[in-house]
């Protein structure tokens, strides 16, 4: 399985960005998918997950009234629309996606989001 992230950049706060991740491979074996975001110094953390077939989401506290997350299984692509956003949201933003029967994750290269004040 191939994720490739895409839809990052420099925004001011209070704009809006879309990420995209395209799996490609053996997406068949994907479960959950999920976005995770790292910012300097800090630890990897969860941002928001959904499942296979996209009737389940949560969301980190942090962003929950502001990011959804989404899903077409059809395209192989999930999506996360980030609005109302926040400099404390300036991070490298992963795309996760769960084995379905084993304990394996795979991941793309992240995509930058820089949020301005």
């Known amino acids: 399985v191939q994720l490739v992230e895409s839809g990052g950049g420099l925004v001011q706060a209070g704009g809006s960005l879309r990420l995209s991740c395209a799996s490609s491979g053996s997406t068949f074996i994907i479960k959950t998918m999920a976005w995770y975001r790292q910012a300097p110094g800090k630890q990897r953390e969860l941002v928001a997950a959904?499942?296979?077939?996209?009737?389940?989401?949560n969301y980190a506290d942090s962003v929950k009234g502001r990011f959804t997350i989404s899903r077409d299984n059809a395209k192989n692509v999930i999506y996360l629309q980030m609005n109302s956003l926040k400099p404390e949201d300036t991070a490298v933003y992963y795309c996760?996606?769960?084995?379905?029967?084993?304990?394996?994750?795979?991941w793309g290269q992240g995509t930058q989001v820089t949020v301005s004040s």
């Open positions: 959904i499942t296979s077939g996209g009737g389940s989401t």
């Open positions: 996760n996606a769960a084995h379905r029967w084993l304990v394996r994750d795979y």
